[in-house]
């Protein structure tokens, strides 16, 4: 089946010290999207990809990268993690602006 | 500024009984409209959605929703709940006039009692 696949699925670091987060869709969509999402709140966008354009969000602290080296793969970096940064962490993909569909997330925690 | 309102944070319905989540936006285009279940732990799973045409839409489990334009509706409802239902359950609004961003609502838990 065609599908967003994240891994890892859960993932421990140290305070400050980096760490990568990774998508990958079998959709073949041109779109692919990293929200975060904290404790009992709603998914907030923090940038996408359209094709090979990058798209950060106004609120998106510095903090946060990310890289799309083919359709097919997204990584999402924090190079500082702080505790405010444990969270889920779900990545989308989309064909243009139609529908998103989401994986399973990663749960980042930040010790 | 776009906003998404789901006024019920948690609602608990007995097992076959009806459900109905609210969802009312406020959006300065053409909207389009997405229900999203997310289970605990879990990434969000795409109930049904709404672009254009028919205002009554049937979405996978056996929920639809209805939109209302009038009201600025989507409301989520389900004759008869089973206790795999119990999830959070968000609903979206996009447009293409706003290319890919979509504004969540803030969810609503749905408890199912036996």
Not at chain 1, 1 to 25: E, H, W
Not at chain 1, 71 to 89: E, H
Not at chain 2, 73 to 99: M, Q, T
Request: aromatic fraction near 14%.
């Amino acid at each position: 089946d065609a599908m967003v696949i994240q891994n890892p699925r859960y993932q421990v670091t140290q305070f400050g010290k980096p760490v990568t987060l990774s998508c990958s869709q079998t959709l073949n969509h041109n779109v692919m999207y990293w929200y975060q999402q904290k404790s009992s709140q709603a998914p907030k966008l923090l940038f996408h990809y359209y094709d090979k354009d990058f798209n950060n969000e106004a609120d998106t602290p510095d903090n946060f990268q990310s890289r799309r080296p083919n359709t097919s793969f997204c990584f999402l970096d924090i190079r500082s993690p702080g505790l405010g940064d444990a969270a889920m962490y779900l990545c989308a993909t989309s064909r243009d602006t139609d529908t998103q569909y989401f994986g399973p997330g990663t749960r980042l925690t930040v010790l | 500024a776009q906003s998404v309102t789901q006024p019920d944070i948690h609602i608990t319905v007995s097992e076959g009984a009806s459900l109905e989540l609210r969802c009312n936006y406020s959006y300065g285009a053409t909207p389009y409209l997405f229900w999203y279940v997310q289970s605990p732990g879990q990434g969000l799973q795409l109930l049904l959605k709404y672009f254009s045409g028919d205002t009554l839409v049937q979405g996978i489990k056996g929920f639809e929703a209805e939109f209302k334009r009038s009201q600025s509706s989507f409301n989520l409802r389900k004759p008869s709940v089973h206790w795999s239902d119990a999830a959070e359950y968000f609903c979206a609004v996009g447009a293409k006039e706003y290319g890919n961003k979509l504004v969540f609502g803030a969810g609503t838990i749905l408890r199912v009692k036996s």
